[in-house]
């Protein structure tokens, strides 16, 4: 911990500085703060932690600082500050809502990383992350070959093809079912399609990204994208929203150059097919669904039409609008592993979302990220309900002819 | 001659040389606070691929005022739509500030350079600042009832906060006061060119008779133009620093948004 050197500009960009000025404590984020509703706590606000961070700019480089010296901001004080910008899911709410644009879903990441810098972050077991992938090449410190273990016996899977799977860590070792659907999906469309050995896939970096421990990103860029080029893949396919988002906004910038292929999520694939009539339905689901939007696919990403559009095209579904969708959609609470460090926390969090599916009259909660669907999972199992969760494409591939 | 105004109506001539250098002194601090944080911005890297990337200190604080002139701006494009009282707040700082500033740089061009304030001209002056006055005042009250009264739950209201949005209440209306005691002590012809000053002279001449207006005027004066002195040094080592970053913000924010913003 080095707090005498502390430099909390550097690494910062252009624009996350004059994003931490633009601030004027208007309070719509805190209106919509998901972190704030669920703890009741305004510290967690996002103006309260911009707040914070400008005060410790202001020691080293304000008008006192010039006058008298630059002031240390004390253990405690950063300690504090950790507390505040490691308790958030980065569901990017304030962003949404905030008057003078601040992206506060990139500007977070960047401040844990000079948290990280300086020595007094990240969180618990957040610190285990980057021996775990690169040990492991996942976050979760798992034998990598169990990656594969939800592949269906008999897979055909080419060796090169245009369009590529990439599975992601969560949903191979936490949500089976969801990336089980998925590749039951790509089968069923008899389109040529390819992907990693599971041993051999890598995690993409997104825990280490937004957790401010990033040093490996460039290693995991040059070997996620290399596989990929070796496969002939020129449209990668994912299923996990943080995914994508890495791979669709960081990974260019790291690599130097857009990337030799497109990166999209499954459900824009699956509109595609369906549209060209690729995919067909044999059965027909007759239930009242509402689709949760996630934070990264939405906010992150603005695909939030795709999805839909799939849910709309199955044949006897009655699809429900929850009164938040789309980019005001509510955040599960499972982002940025505060599912795993603020289980509770995320868990209650999960259990809003319950109830706005109840007062919407839907049955049935369909997800389409493998972090919301494990913990609104674990929502469920602590909330009496008759609503039920389930995966858009564990739903498609149970409905499409074979 | 036809109705005009004097300057320094009522201010002994010493008090000039205190009033232009505490200007000075003021606009300095300024320009060096503006300066010390708009540096620290261009000590950013440049890695966004953004709109902000590579620009220079001078170009970032041009950008920033140029932006104001923008119509996402000059029409609250991105408030609005989310609040209208927010919307409505911001449209009446930001013509409220502009038009007044024009009114008091065509002042200081008529008493410095050009005589052409005398007359109807000087009326409309009167009465397009006197709304402008109103508007201001209207915003800063919403801002009011916005930060104390239908504040977010949870709001978090720091000594800043009160002391910036004090000092602006109190710079519109000593200014509305000083504009009284001046239509209270001249009933010049034209008082209905002043609609608000002619309210608060009225008020005024009923509490005050001549010589009690003319020892109020010169405090007020005192008070009114340090707050404003103070406020203006004040901006760039304060939350009101945030009419420069937060344009650039919004304006940076269109790479996600696109237009929208």
Known sequence: MNLARADYIAGLTRRQLIELDACTRCGECLKWCPIVEATVDAKFSPMQKISRYRSLISKSEG???????????TKTELEEFVGQI???TTCGMCAEVCPVGINCQR??????????EIGVGPIGIQKNLPINVKEFMNP???PNHERGDFLPAGLQVADKAEIGYYIGCSGAFEAQAMVRGDVDVLAASGIKWTMAKPEDEICCGFPLFITGQDEQLEELVAKNVQAYVDRGVKRLVMSCPCCLNIWSKDYPRIYGGPLPFEVVHMTQLVAELIAAGKLTFSKSYEHRVAYHDPCYLARGLNITEEPRRVLQAIPGIEYIELKRNRKLARCCGAGCNIKKIFSDLAIEMGKFLIRDVEEAGAEKLIMTCPTCFVKVGE????????????????LVSGLVVK | MGASRELFWNIPSWVRFWFYGLATFSVLALAFGTWNRASIWARGEDKDGGRLDGLTVPSLLLLSLRRFFSLDCVKANRALPVSRWRGAMILSFIWGFFILFLGTVSETVDHYFVRFLIGRPYLVLALVLDLAGLILLLGLVV???????????????????????GSLLAIVLFGFGLEGIRLAVFAPPGLDWSPVGGLFSIGLRSLFDRAQLLWVYRPLWAAHFLLAFFFVGYIPFSKQWHMFAGQLSAYAAQDNWGDHW
């Open chain 1, 140 to 142: 979760y410190g798992k």
């Open chain 2, 143 to 165: 801002a009011t009832f916005r930060r104390y009264v239908f504040t977010a739950k949870r709001q978090v209201i720091s000594l800043e906060d009160s002391l910036i949005l």
């Open chain 1, 107 to 116: 500007l977070w990441p960047a401040l844990r990383k000079k948290m990280v």
């Open chain 1, 86 to 88: 490691f308790e958030c």
């Open chain 1, 63 to 73: 008008l006192a600082a010039k006058v008298f010296g630059p002031r240390r901001a």
């Open chain 1, 379 to 394: 929502s469920f199992q602590q909330y009496e309900t008759d609503v039920e969760m389930v995966d858009i494409m564990e």
